[in-house]
C-alpha cells in the first residue's frame, strides 16, 4: 500500500483542504465588509449635495440666518424691512405719530359755543394805522420768549352776515410789545394765521402795551377766503377782568372782555368777526 493509499495520509489531505477552504471563505468575507464603524456613519450621514441644491432651488427653509440670527421663514430682509416700515404710522408732515400740537390753541376753539346769530352786524371797520407790515409769517403763537408782558389768548369765529362759518379765512395781526413799541425791521408780535374746518380761529400774544394817545389795542386785517385784499381792516380793544379800561371814545362792538385764562395762566377772550361780502 502506497502512502496515498493509506487512511491517515487521506485524513492528512482532507484536513488540508478543509483548512484552505475555511481560509478562502473568510478572505473573500472580509473584502465585502465595510473597512471602519467610521467610514460606515460617514456614508450613512452625509448631506447629499445634489438633494440639498434642488431644496435650494424649491425654495426649501433651510436654516441659514436672517442678518437678526434668526432662521429663514422665507421672506427677504427687504421684505421684512418693508413690513417694519409700514407699521410706523406717521402724521401728514411726515413726521411719527404722537407729535404734539401747540398746547391749548387748537383746543379751545374748537371747544368755543357757537356764535350768536342774532342781530349780526358787519364788524366795524378801524384804521390800519402806519405800522403794519407785508408778508408776516404765518403763526398763531406770537409770543417772544423772555420778553415781559401778560400772557393774551383770543379766540373766535370768522362770519358772514347770514352767520354762515367762513373756513380758511385768513387773520393778519400786528401790535405793540409790553413796551408800547412796534417791530417795523422784523416780525416781532407779527404774523397771520388760518381758520379751521369750523371757522374757528385762536392765536396767543401778551396784553399790548399802551403809548401816548392810544389805549391798549391789536390790529387786524381779516380776509375771506380766498381773497388777497382784506375785507376787513380793525381793531380789537380790552376790558380787563376787574372791568377798567382806557377805551374812551372807542367802538363798543370792538371791545373785547378778557377773563382770566382757564389754565391759570394770563387773560383770555373771544371776538367774533362778521365780514360783508357780497
Avoid at 59 to 74: D, I, L, N, R, Y
Avoid at 165 to 179: E, F, H, I, R, Y
Avoid at 197 to 219: E, N, S, V, W
Wanted: aromatic share 6%; hydrophobic share 35%; with cysteine.
Amino acid at each position: 500500500m502506497s502512502f496515498h493509499d493509506s487512511i491517515p495520509a487521506r485524513a492528512a489531505i482532507a484536513l488540508v483542504l478543509a483548512i484552505t477552504l475555511s481560509i478562502t471563505l473568510v478572505a473573500c468575507g472580509a473584502n465585502d465588509a465595510p473597512s471602519s464603524a467610521v467610514d460606515d456613519l460617514g456614508s450613512a450621514g452625509a448631506p447629499d449635495t445634489t438633494t440639498l441644491a434642488l431644496e435650494e432651488e424649491a425654495g426649501e427653509p433651510g436654516v441659514a440666518p436672517t442678518s437678526h440670527g434668526a432662521e429663514a421663514s422665507g421672506a427677504s430682509e427687504e421684505e421684512s424691512e418693508a413690513a417694519a416700515d409700514a407699521g410706523e404710522p406717521e402724521d401728514a408732515t411726515g413726521d411719527k405719530e404722537g407729535a404734539p400740537a401747540e398746547p391749548g390753541v387748537d383746543e379751545m376753539a374748537a371747544a368755543l359755543p357757537p356764535p350768536s346769530c342774532s342781530d349780526l352786524a358787519p364788524t366795524p371797520f378801524d384804521a390800519e394805522g402806519p405800522f403794519f407790515t407785508p408778508d408776516t409769517p404765518e403763526r398763531a403763537n406770537l409770543r417772544e420768549p423772555g420778553d415781559p408782558g401778560t400772557p393774551l389768548r383770543v379766540v373766535g369765529y370768522v362770519l358772514d352776515t347770514d352767520c354762515r362759518a367762513m373756513p380758511n379765512a385768513k387773520l393778519d395781526v400786528w401790535q405793540t410789545d409790553d413796551a408800547g413799541d412796534y417791530d417795523n425791521e422784523g416780525y416781532r408780535y407779527r404774523g397771520h394765521l388760518f381758520t379751521d374746518q369750523a371757522g374757528t380761529y385762536a392765536f396767543d400774544t401778551i396784553l399790548p402795551g399802551t403809548y401816548p394817545g392810544r389805549p391798549r389795542h391789536i390790529h387786524l386785517h381779516v380776509h375771506a377766503p380766498g381773497e388777497a385784499e382784506p375785507t376787513l381792516t380793525s381793531q380789537l380793544y380790552f376790558r380787563l377782568p376787574d372791568g377798567t379800561d382806557d377805551t374812551a371814545g372807542v367802538d363798543p362792538a370792538l371791545m373785547v372782555d378778557l377773563a382770566e385764562e382757564p389754565q391759570g395762566e394770563g387773560l383770555a377772550g373771544r371776538f367774533d368777526f362778521v365780514l360783508e361780502t357780497e
